[in-house]
């Protein structure tokens, strides 16, 4: 079972719906202990910073992710979901986030319009990382040129860690791998086919994801 | 990168989707969920359904289209029409819409924005700003806001109007000239650019597409982010696909469909 943490956040329904169009065994979960014994976790999120780590911290979802993170359970955050899994960001300076990738989240260059709300490219940046044997990659059988769909204002910094980037007022970083911890800037859910391919390679990362 | 979002607006009444010309003179065009999926295979990068809806009655049957159009289609879609409170914004949002459209209810009342933009954010709130050239008198062109589907003036100037909204929360603009809108001629540019400019968030821009060219100016003399069309695609005298080359053949950087 992969489980969707709903913590009253946005539109939830469109990340279960497209994890399940590609045979994912995809459940809303809004308890953390339902989702202590998933087989995945995706953490979408979509508003500010701020609001999002809160309302993950009230519903006890913070000490789940840190727990599923560090088990090595496969994890997709998407968007702010993604972002909260830096150690903060520029949105809400006063707001820690879980610290599970290193670096910090930051506005959008000045002098573009934000939200970067649009479909953009991916520019790999695979040679960068190094690849477990046998593993699955976020990217993976991905036709080029990826165009993807995103809405921010922020994005985390672009470090050792990023596996894709885009062109936005600068370079702007879209996705970051670690082992089975995947991010997302863009929304895959809202991708079209290129999306759910990158959700397919997530379910497929996930022993026992597809029912 | 900018790119520019091409998005069909389907105008929905009571669960079935019908195109208004100068909002009047309706006529059906068929299944909202079917005609979302044909446009999502075609390329769509983003649709907008509009519910018209006049009767309460019949505001559950747009969450139903919502949640069967979440179902099988896997781009962002907006839904507008009817939204007045961050309830009506839940359930569209939680039946599986991205973004919520306001349009009347934010300007009777004008601290809906900033209570959607702090429920959902910013980027799930998109208003829609009906504009209406002042009768023309040799001075620089003003805009006047309009509600209620185009039926009544508020004496709200679109440019100040826009850019409140923007200090509010909105995450977009949807801006429809009411002058072209259902005449073919094109977008009116002028008021296209002078909001694109001033606002510092993405520019939807509506309202008297009647050829692949007008798409074009929208984006360029537009300064538009995004084109919206309804009927040039609902009578099946262009594709979206059609419409993409157009604007890449322009020099524009779109999603290829």
């Known amino acids: ?211 | 990168m900018r790119s520019i979002r091409v998005i069909p607006c389907l105008d929905v009444d009571a669960g079935r989707v019908v195109k208004g010309v100068q909002f009047t003179d309706l006529f059906d065009a068929g299944d909202p969920v079917e005609l979302a999926a044909r446009y999502d295979a075609q390329g769509a990068d983003e649709l907008v359904f509009l519910d018209i809806t006049a009767s309460s009655d019949h505001r559950s049957t747009m969450v139903e289209v919502v949640s069967r159009t979440a179902d099988v289609v896997f781009i962002p879609f907006t839904v507008g029409g009817g939204v007045r409170s961050v309830e009506d914004a839940r359930r569209l949002l939680r039946a599986g819409a991205d973004k919520v459209g306001v349009n009347t209810a934010a300007v009777e009342r004008p601290g809906l924005v900033g209570e959607l933009a702090a429920e959902f954010g910013s980027q799930c709130v998109v208003v829609a700003i009906d504009a209406r050239r002042t009768p023309a008198t040799g001075a620089p062109p003003t805009w006047e806001v309009f509600t209620h589907g185009g039926r009544t003036p508020t004496g709200l100037d679109v440019l100040a109007w826009s850019e409140q909204c923007v200090e509010q929360g909105a995450g977009e603009i949807l801006l429809t000239s009411m002058d072209r809108d259902g005449t073919r001629d094109g977008f009116d540019l002028a008021l296209t650019r002078q909001v694109s400019d001033r606002c510092p968030v993405p520019l939807i821009a509506s309202g008297g597409v009647g050829t692949l060219d007008h798409l074009v100016e929208g984006a360029i003399e537009g300064a538009a982010d995004a084109v919206l069309a309804a009927s040039i695609f609902h009578l099946g005298e262009f594709t979206v696909a059609e419409a993409k080359a157009r604007l890449t053949q322009a020099g524009l950087a779109v999603r290829p469909a």
């Open chain 1, 1 to 211: 079972m992969i489980a969707v943490l709903d913590y009253g956040i946005g539109n939830l329904r469109s990340a279960e719906k497209a994890l399940q169009r590609v045979g994912g065994d995809a459940v809303l979960v809004t308890d953390p202990d339902r989702a202590a014994g998933a087989d995945g976790v995706v953490l979408p999120g979509v508003g500010a910073f701020g609001c999002c780590a809160r309302a993950l911290a009230d519903r006890g979802f913070d000490t789940l992710v840190r727990d599923v993170v560090g088990r090595g359970v496969p994890f997709l955050g998407i968007c702010v979901g993604f972002q909260l899994l830096y150690e903060g960001s520029d949105e809400d300076p006063g707001v820690d986030g879980l610290g599970i990738f290193t670096g910090r989240v930051r506005s959008l260059a000045a002098g573009v319009k934000r939200p970067q709300m649009q479909w953009n490219v991916l520019r790999r940046r695979a040679a960068d990382r190094v690849a477990t044997p046998g593993s699955i990659s976020l990217l993976d059988d991905v036709p080029e040129p990826a165009w993807v769909y995103f809405v921010h204002s922020f994005a985390p910094e672009v470090t050792s860690e990023t596996s894709s980037t885009c062109e936005y007022g600068g370079e702007v970083a879209a996705s970051a791998e670690r082992g089975s911890l995947w991010g997302t800037q863009f929304h895959p859910e809202k991708s079209g086919t290129t999306g759910l391919r990158i959700l397919q390679n997530f379910v497929a990362s996930v022993p026992g994801g597809a029912p």
